[in-house]
């Protein structure tokens, strides 16, 4: 699959076909835009008979993951479908996630009927021209993110669903909402004009209280804007569906390597990614409205099919590889595969954050312009050239080190002593590293990250933490004060709060 | 495989005190996979060392071989050795031992415990799975081994304590025969719990030896 171009980059063919995992609207519209970009593509899911009329992907009906292994550019997925096996090739995937959604009436103590009912069947009645006609000269209360976050998708159902209403004759729509999530395309303004066209918006400072009696619901509630309880009845309760993740998603999730958010929904959080882009390279994330964007994310990926990519951004030798399947197990990019009894990094899919290198038992992973000789040279010079106290700076190229350049350029008072050591994330700090800095003579070691939840590597700060509360265990019981390793993290704009931190860890020493 | 954990350090240190040329050798093969003695816990040691004793009171060096269980690769330690005081080493029981073997004029210092045999939960974590009985009765036990996991280690059972799943010794811990029950009756043959294994032969629990099958003639050749 690689042939080598010159000493340091290599041509990786591609295989540019494209498995869509959902039949919904989202994987629909996202099967649409990468094929008019020319790629093949496959979308496997229960339904989606629209999908194969329209021609433009391939319908794998009611196939379902069994097993997915490989890394961008060459991702093999085994389908369970009728009870066969079916084996098939893929250069990117796209989940397009599904959702379970759950009632929220019992958190109001009560219960779904005839006039409490969820905002699915309001749009199923309001759907069905007979059905709609019993709301007719109906008072319908809607809930809106009361009982969870929410999201900007469901604002826009219930807004369209409000509007629905307060259209028909002599019926009115009021919203008691949370807050209310309005950061997708026109949803704000959608928002203004629901309102001008009398739907009644409340905004509850806590939970409101509701009862039934028979046919009427009678919504108790403090407002925020109007500092006053209200009290209004209502015909109709509309309730939320709170979404949780499918279990198809989690399944997903865990076969594919891929992270979730706290709540367990596809992808993770990163600011440092594009919102359609998951923890691997080549799995993507869909959402109404995001075809494009993936589109444009796969094209980037695929290019014609052939890509030069730098051959030494992580490599592993194969003679002291004892594939003990750590650095696979650490990769938070899913990079790592293992081929004739080694560890092998996928040069497409590896970030070059260096986690895999400092956590590999057997030093057998070096990472291109990172390598062990080079940091060890520079923790040698940079102790030996400084004045007191000598402080190393393990500093992340994605923050500390942007903070720590900024503030010696601001000509801010930085340590005498002090040496900052770029390295690709703080994930990379060896353990090694640390303790040779101490054996050379440094008074104090500063391992500087991103803040939690901030890291490019996803979680190459957390091992960087890890790391340090070990050492600082080992520094203790060897009788040396274990003050002198620190922790820290920055942001790449916090150059005074850098400075800080380095006069008074210096001042300390 | 085999799993083992790094010694305290005060206790290394009081081994090697008073050795100033000390070779840390460590093992690629399981206790480099369990990250307790692969090249990189033998750079780290070493470097401990030297911060406590500093550089006058020891002047560690470093090897990492293969295996430390195969006399073949402890030998490429032979031009080495005559540079070295004393050794220490970061494989199982079983290659410190050979290494003092191989080198019998110099001591050898144990740098981890040596645990058990056991399995990768994750990324540093372990689970014992088996005690190395000899005679193994995994078969007839849904796959799941009443040595390792009954805390009384019976080859036919339950006993009285097994208790709504765990064993009388605390909750936390499962009854391997209640296990061994569930598996066995999802695999339809429960009545294989029936049949009695015969008691475990444990004077076999001096050290023992193993000849594949098919190396027997070698092996008499070799001993003449
Ligand atoms: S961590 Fe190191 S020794 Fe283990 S599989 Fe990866 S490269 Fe090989
Ligand atoms: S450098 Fe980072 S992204 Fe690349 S293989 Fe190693 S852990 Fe994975
Ligand atoms: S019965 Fe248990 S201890 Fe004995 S060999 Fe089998 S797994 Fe090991």
Redesign the interface.
Known sequence: MTAEKSSNTIEISINTDVLVIGTGAAGAEAAEVISAQGYKVAVAGDGGQDIAQSGRAELIEGAHIRDFAGVAGDFRACFVKDGQRLERNFGAVVIAPGRNVRPQAEPFGLSLGERVITLGELEKILADGNARSKLGGAAVALLLNLTWEGDPQYTARVLEASLAIQQLEGATASIYAGNVKVAAPGLERKFTYVREQGVVCFKPMEKPSIEQTGDKIRITTLDSILRKTLVAEYDYLVVEEKAEPSDRDLDLAYSLRLDTDLEGFLPSNNVHRFPVNSNREGIYIAAPGLGANIALRIKELFGDGVKSVPADRAVVDPE?C?I???CY??CPHGAIFWQDGVAAISPLACQGCGICAS?????AIQIGGFNDKDLRRQVREAVAATQKPAIVAFCCQNSALEAGRAAAEFGMDLPAGLKLIKVPCAGKV???FI??A??DGADGVMVAACHEGNCKAERGNLFARWRVNEIRK??E????DKQRLLFTTFASNMAKGFAETAAQFAGSL | MIVAERK???EIKAMVSGYKKVLTVGC??CV??C?AG????V??LN??L???LGKDGISPGAA?VERQCDMEFLAELDPLAEQYDAFISMACGAGIQFLAERFPDKPVFPAVNTSFIGV?L??GWYEEKCRACGTCVLGTTGGICPVTMCAKSLFNGPCGGTNNGSCEINTDQPCAWYRIHERLSAQGRLEQIMEISPANDWSNQKPRKIIQPGYEERIKALQG
Do not use: H, W, Y
């Not at chain 2, 692969?38 to 816990?41: I, N, P």
């Open positions: 002291k004892t003990c399947l750590t197990r650490c956590e590999c038992p057997m030093d060896d353990v090694e303790m040779q101490f054996v080992r520094l019981a060897l009788g040396i | 305290p350090f005060e690629g093969t480099a996979v990250l692969g090249s990189k816990e750079a780290t470097a401990e030297e911060l406590a990492t990768n994750d990324v």
